[in-house]
């Protein structure tokens, strides 16, 4: 049974709906990843029903700009959901796997965590520090049979780019600079980035803990 989660319950409701269709058990729940009593509270009730084999943490927030232009109040946000939030839900995750001896956690950072952006301070630092927790929870859990390891995207083409194409000036800008700035010349497909989640969740990898994974056709190079 897989548990769809967003801030936006009927987001979470059509990624159910996909799963359903295509013969898989799942739920959606409407849930803030910033809302750490709510994170607790559904981790637990999942964790209710028997196991919990995988979590796989992804929101994120961007916030561009250098030093100067970025408020304190961007760092905090941004700390709070790229950092923060994988930690919280992290933590709620931890007992319920130990009990089991077994259980993989995904944290979704970025090939930003591996990697110097131009004007990107925010999201640069937090994206290196959610890497730096997810080897310190590997190596900390790993006699406990549980993994942790990153996901680290180049650049997707969702909504979660419309900030950057705004600060790049627009979308013609923007497929420019992915020509220009990715090797492999394109975005990476939902698809190819959804392989990955599969491999670091199944035991096709199970040996793997620690590891930043970079799916981002060479940019990071
Ligand atoms: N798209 C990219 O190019 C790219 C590249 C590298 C890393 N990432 C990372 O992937 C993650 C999301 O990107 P995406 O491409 O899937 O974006 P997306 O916009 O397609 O999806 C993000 C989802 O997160 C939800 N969300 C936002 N704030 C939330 C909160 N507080 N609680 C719960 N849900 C919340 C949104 O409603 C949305 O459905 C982020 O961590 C981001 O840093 C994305």
């Keep these: 049974m897989v548990t769809v989660t967003d801030l936006d319950g009927r987001r979470a409701a059509a990624v159910a709906e996909e799963i359903v269709a295509t013969g898989g058990k799942a739920e959606a729940m409407a849930l803030d990843a910033g809302d750490d009593a709510a994170v607790l509270r559904a981790i637990d009730r999942v964790a209710a029903r028997g196991r919990l084999d995988i979590l796989h943490s992804h929101a994120g927030i961007q ?23 994988h930690f919280i839900a992290a933590r709620a995750a931890m007992p319920h796997m130990q009990r089991q001896r077994s259980g993989s956690i995904i944290i979704t950072a970025s090939n930003s965590g591996v990697q110097h952006d131009r ?39 969702t909504l979660f780019n419309h900030g950057f194409e705004r600060q790049m000036g627009g979308r013609d800008a923007l497929e420019a600079y992915v020509a ?11 698809e190819e980035i959804a392989e990955s989640i599969v491999y670091l969740a199944s035991d096709q990898s199970s040996f793997m803990t620690g590891h930043a994974l970079v799916i981002d056709g060479g940019e990071c190079l």
């Design 180 to 190: 220009r700035s990715i090797p492999m010349g394109r975005w990476a497909t939902v």
């Design 119 to 157: 004007g990107m301070i925010a999201y640069g630092t937090t994206k290196h520090a959610v890497i730096a927790m997810t080897r310190q929870i590997a190596v900390d859990y790993a006699a406990d049979n549980i993994r942790c390891n990153a996901l680290c995207p180049g650049f997707v083409d």
């Design 63 to 85: 916030v561009p700009g250098r030093l100067t232009d970025v408020s304190p109040e961007g760092m905090d946000a941004s700390w709070r959901l790229n950092v923060r939030a």
